[in-house]
């Protein structure tokens, strides 16, 4: 009776390992679909890049390790306010203050001067366009290949 429960105990084990193996399996992650998806309507834009890249397997691997790995990375949509603070904030680090006062003096730019600066983000995948991906993409591998 002993070694029954036992083996009912390992077949009901591995019954749900290969459950949750199976399932995991059946629903595979697609990230670029999953990108198109975040960006909404630049849509278009993203999926212009990897039209232009058909034919070349290497750039068009490039364009679709950026686009995936998109989701997640933002941008400002005020770049005038961000610069601002940004040159501020350098001043601060030039300045002769104590590493505390540095801190204090951002949290102070940021809680006051610079309040909801954060909430002017945009996903880079609502923003980026064709032009700007594909010419840095030709861009990068131009250099890549002068190097060698």
């Known amino acids: 009776m002993?070694?029954?429960?036992?083996?009912?105990?390992?077949?009901?084990?591995?019954?749900l390992l290969f459950t949750i193996m199976f399932a995991s399996c059946s629903h595979e992650y697609d990230a670029l679909e999953y990108a198109y998806q975040v960006s909404g309507?630049?849509?278009?834009?993203?999926?212009?890049v990897m039209e232009h890249y058909k034919?070349?397997?290497?750039?068009?691997?490039?364009?679709h390790f950026l686009i995936e790995n998109m989701p997640g990375h933002v941008s400002y949509k005020n770049r005038k306010e961000i610069e601002q603070y940004y040159?501020?904030?350098?001043?601060?680090?030039?300045?002769?203050?104590?590493p505390k006062q540095q801190r204090d003096s951002l949290l102070y730019l940021s809680d006051n001067r610079f309040y909801g600066l954060n909430d002017n983000l945009i996903q880079d995948a609502r923003i980026i366009t064709a032009d700007y991906l594909?010419?840095?993409?030709d861009k990068s591998f131009e250099v890549w290949e002068n190097e060698r």
């Open 2 to 15: 002993k070694y029954f429960y036992k083996l009912v105990t390992l077949v009901v084990i591995v019954t």
């Open 41 to 48: 309507p630049n849509r278009g834009e993203l999926e212009t």
């Open 55 to 63: 034919d070349d397997s290497l750039k068009l691997a490039a364009a």
């Open 87 to 98: 040159e501020l904030a350098l001043q601060l680090f030039r300045s002769d203050l104590s």
């Open 134 to 137: 594909i010419y840095n993409i």
